[in-house]
């Protein structure tokens, strides 16, 4: 079984600061992680994966994330800010073996302030 | 190209009733997902396509709900006797092929609200 935490539904930033948006995993195999970013009515885009490899992953707009396994952690990081970044952002678990349906966590809304 | 479409973008419908919601994947894509968001939550498996036999069904929450794929390429979710708990988004996303290095990109979803 696999579970997401992302912790805070949430998260207020000024345009410029270091944006931290936090995940944690629980998975019975090794796991692939995902974050996608979801804008208003539209559907969700990948921004990064973690997959085999390469613990720091680097993504789309700037955005990369670490996967440490030892905090079962995969937090999300963007060091400026842009008033674009204003979304959704959902982090996901997979298991790495067979197909791949994935668990999603709740969520956590980004605001960026001027 | 083409994303995943999804139609209708928006269904209201009443207690009881009955609604089909589409999906047309990317062409080529072999795998084929339906999600449920709730309103605060992240999406949610429900039914997991690998051409046109159903692979994983395990998320489907009740057996009101039913889906196909009969030529392996569009879909259809299915929903009896809707309830207002149903009501959420709706989303469907497709893979080139089966395993988590193949990335699903998502359609916009069906927002369903049940009244």
């Known amino acids: 079984a696999q579970s997401v935490t992302q912790l805070g539904s949430h998260v207020s930033v000024s345009e410029g600061a270091l944006v931290l948006l936090r995940c944690n995993y629980s998975s019975s195999v090794p796991p692939y992680l995902f974050w996608y970013v979801q804008y208003p009515n539209q559907g969700l885009q990948l921004l990064l994966k973690?997959?085999?490899?390469?613990?720091l992953v680097k993504g789309i707009n700037g955005f990369e994330a670490e996967f440490k396994k030892s905090e079962t952690s995969f937090h999300l990081t963007k060091p400026s800010a842009h008033m674009s970044d204003a979304a959704e952002y959902f982090c996901a678990v997979s298991e790495s073996q067979g197909y791949s349906t994935l668990t999603f966590g709740k969520g956590t809304m980004l605001l960026v302030s001027p | 190209g083409a994303g995943v479409s999804q139609t209708p973008s928006n269904k209201v419908t009443e207690k009881g009733k009955y609604v089909e919601l589409r999906c047309d994947p990317i062409s080529g894509h072999t795998a084929l997902y339906w999600y449920r968001q709730s309103l605060g939550q992240g999406p949610e498996f429900l039914i997991y396509?690998?051409?046109?036999?159903?692979?994983?069904d395990s998320g489907l929450p009740n057996d009101r709900f039913f889906a196909v794929r009969p030529e392996g390429s569009v879909s259809t979710l299915k929903i009896q006797r809707t309830e207002r708990g149903d009501s959420a988004v709706y989303l469907c996303?497709?893979?080139?092929?089966?395993?988590?290095?193949?990335?699903?990109?998502f359609g916009p979803g069906t927002r369903l609200t049940v009244l």
């Open positions: 996303a497709s893979s080139l092929g089966q395993g988590a290095n193949n990335e699903q990109f």
């Open positions: 973690y997959t085999t490899g390469a613990t």
């Open positions: 396509f690998q051409g046109t036999g159903a692979a994983d």
